[in-house]
């Protein structure tokens, strides 16, 4: 029973440079929600997609984030130009169900990015 | 938006005794999960309890959304116990899960 998977776990970028972070989510799910831990902090939501749309993109910076979920393979939140305020845990969240109807949301286990 | 308070911040327990989290919230939900943050930052579902009670194990949850506050309680804590404990609440048609501020529990020996 495979749950929320996210790679790379730990990922050092140095400013200037991209990340991409991966999350599949669990087998039967279809909506994928992106959340950002910065240091001593709680998660603060980013952006929910489904299969090829972004349904909300609410809680993502303006600049140099975004964020896919293609119709075959992983969703992917990909930051260019990294910064090191940009250094925090970013989890995914998956759900069998979206919009208007009762679901629990199951996290993965993270993925850890540290600027230098 | 949605305000979203836990208490207390902080918790020292000793080995065996029991405890209780509170998360008051300040709008209707219609979804409310308990989560526990382990000090390896792996997120845990806990319960998913918009309204009612549940118990799994020595844990046991319950929400009141008329009078918006949940619950936790963690009976004969032990010190895999540790960690942070979050409730997160989903309201209206919204899609994104609010996190509370959490609560630090550390359990010794």
């Known amino acids: 029973n495979a749950g929320v998977m996210q790679n790379p776990r730990h990922l050092v970028r140095r400013r200037g440079q991209e990340a991409r972070l991966r999350c599949s989510p669990m087998?039967?799910?279809?909506?994928v929600y992106w959340y950002r831990q910065l240091p001593e902090e709680g998660l603060k939501f980013m952006v929910y997609?489904?299969?090829?749309?972004?349904?909300?993109e609410s809680g993502m910076p303006k600049e140099r984030f975004s964020a896919e979920f293609p119709k075959e393979g992983p969703s992917i939140l990909r930051i260019q130009q990294v910064v090191r305020g940009d250094s925090a845990a970013y989890f995914c969240?998956?759900?069998?169900?979206?919009?208007?109807?009762?679901?629990?949301?199951?996290f993965g286990p993270g993925t850890r990015l540290t600027v230098t | 938006g949605i305000q979203v308070e836990q208490s207390p911040p902080d918790l020292i327990l000793q080995e065996g005794a029991n405890s209780t989290l509170r998360c008051n919230f300040s709008d209707s939900v219609n979804n409310l999960q308990w989560f526990h943050q382990n000090p390896w930052g792996q997120l845990i579902n806990l319960f998913y309890i918009p309204s009612g009670t549940k118990q799994n194990g020595r844990l046991s949850a319950t929400t009141v959304a008329t009078e918006r506050y949940s619950l936790l309680y963690i009976s004969s804590s032990q010190t895999t116990d540790s960690g942070v404990y979050f409730c997160a609440l989903r309201t209206g048609g919204g899609n994104k899960l609010t996190f509370g501020t959490g609560t630090q529990l550390k359990v010794e020996l």
């Open positions: 087998k039967g799910h279809s909506h």
């Open positions: 997609l489904q299969k090829e749309n972004i349904i909300d």
């Open positions: 969240a998956s759900s069998p169900r979206g919009l208007g109807q009762s679901y629990e949301q199951y």
